[in-house]
């Protein structure tokens, strides 16, 4: 088997048991999140300011469009 194919097997497995998906990295993203306290987030935000890539919506798009290019890249198509 050929790296290539090596890589799409990975990632049609991770894809087909849920690791990758985008309601995997969305509860990731809620679940790692949910720990920044307010006046944490509050003292960040103040310190280091935010910007348009810095949102969850933002991200979540990312990953979605991310997932969708490598699902092209390797042929994946759910079995």
Do not use: P
Request: proline share 0%.
């Amino acid at each position: 088997m050929t790296e290539a194919n090596c890589t799409a097997a990975k990632w049609k497995y991770l894809h087909d048991n849920n690791v990758i998906s985008s309601d995997t990295l969305d509860k990731t993203i809620r679940r790692l999140t949910g720990t920044i306290s307010t006046d944490d987030f509050t003292a960040d935000v103040t310190t280091w300011g935010t910007n348009s890539q810095s949102t969850y919506g933002f991200l979540i798009t990312w990953i979605q469009g991310r997932i969708a290019w490598l699902d092209e890249q390797w042929g994946y198509s759910a079995s």
